[in-house]
């Protein structure tokens, strides 16, 4: 009897009694909510790849941790205690998948109590190829020209070769990686550089790409070849008795040097020589051209190595034949 009128006390007014429960537990669930604090922290995320595959498409370097909980917890999370990473061990096949987001806590905030965690984006769409190795050779990157007159006349890079890891087209179409650019300005001289390797392609790791690698420039002066064409031949040690009577022919000839040394370099009337100093009376004459340059030029091409002269007595003047007569 008692029971029955349990029964039909609680049945009385029973949507007003639901009503207020409900009220109730909303009122219970808002409270909780507001007294949570959240914080957001930006989680670099890393690939896995250990498989048999690659990601094939740029990944987002960073996902959107939302962690909710008490005032106090939250002031003990730090972005440090978060990871986040996309595991594609397991897959085996190439094509495209919706690979999960996973994200692990440290210890300590997997003791909070309440605490809500949300993260964006939840998945990442990947589309995967098989993962191909292979060794290509490293190429310095070079900005900037050496001086005027001077050219970069071999590179050499310690180690050349690396190791690259990535999806299998992308690794078949590399050849060669490259140092960060070298400041080749103004270079004369041959000169060194430590350096280490660009990321100019994210769907390629690179093995060890952080070791440093060894670059040597070897500079050397540019080479150059100048012509002298129509110098004339002076005529050297002549006995003031005797004279030119004819027309010295003129050579020509090639100096072989370097930009430096040779682009602003200009004869001197002594240049191009014949010694006369044997000469002692008229008639023709053939005699060795003699050139007199810096030892750091090389002669090509010369038109002639001897040039034929004609010499005469000059002409006895009245006042002259006095002078002899008196002596």
């Given amino acids: 009897m008692k029971a029955n009128r ?27 909510v507001s007294i949570l604090e959240k914080k957001t922290f930006t989680i670099p995320l890393s690939v896995v790849a250990d498989g048999g595959m690659y990601p094939m498409t740029d990944c987002p370097d960073y996902v959107r941790v939302t962690v909710r909980s008490t ?6 999370a730090l972005q440090a205690d978060i990871t986040a990473t996309l ?19 440290a210890p300590k905030l997997l003791l909070m109590d309440p605490f809500e965690v949300t993260v964006k984006p939840e998945n990442v769409t990947i589309r995967m190829e098989e993962k191909a190795l292979r060794y290509v050779s ?8 050496p001086a005027h007159g001077y050219i970069i006349k071999n590179t050499t890079v310690e180690p050349e070769t690396v190791q690259i890891i990535g999806p299998r ?7 060669q990686v490259y140092t960060e650019k ?13 350096t280490v390797l660009q990321n100019i392609n994210s769907l390629i790791a690179v093995q060890s790409a952080e070791q440093k690698f060894h670059v040597n420039l070897s500079v050397e002066a540019e080479p150059l070849i100048r012509n002298f064409t129509n110098v004339p031949v002076k005529i050297m040690f002549l006995s003031p008795r005797l004279e030119i009577t004819g027309t010295v022919p003129d050579i020509s000839f090639d100096l072989n040097s370097t930009v430096p040394l040779l682009e602003s370099y200009e004869l001197d009337e002594n240049a191009v020589q014949a010694d006369c100093s044997a000469i002692k009376e008229a ?9 007199s340059l810096p030892s750091y030029f090389a002669v090509e091409n010369k038109s002639a190595d001897t040039v034929k002269i004609v010499i005469g007595e000059k002409p006895v003047t009245e006042e002259k034949t006095a002078a002899e007569i008196r002596n």
């Fill in 169 to 175: 087209s992308v690794v078949e179409k590399t050849k």
């Fill in 182 to 194: 070298i400041d080749a300005q103004g270079l004369t001289d041959s000169k060194s550089y430590d």
């Fill in 6 to 32: 349990l029964i039909e006390k609680i049945a009385e007014n029973w949507p007003a009694k639901v009503i207020c429960f409900v009220m109730a537990l909303f009122l219970y669930i808002f409270h909780n």
């Fill in 138 to 145: 490293v190429t310095p990157s070079l900005s900037g020209e």
């Fill in 71 to 76: 005032t106090e917890n939250i002031a003990e």
């Fill in 87 to 105: 595991d594609l061990t397991t897959y085996d096949a190439e094509g495209v998948y919706s690979v999960p987001v996973s994200v692990h806590f």
């Fill in 283 to 291: 008639g023709t004459y053939e005699l060795p051209v003699q050139l």
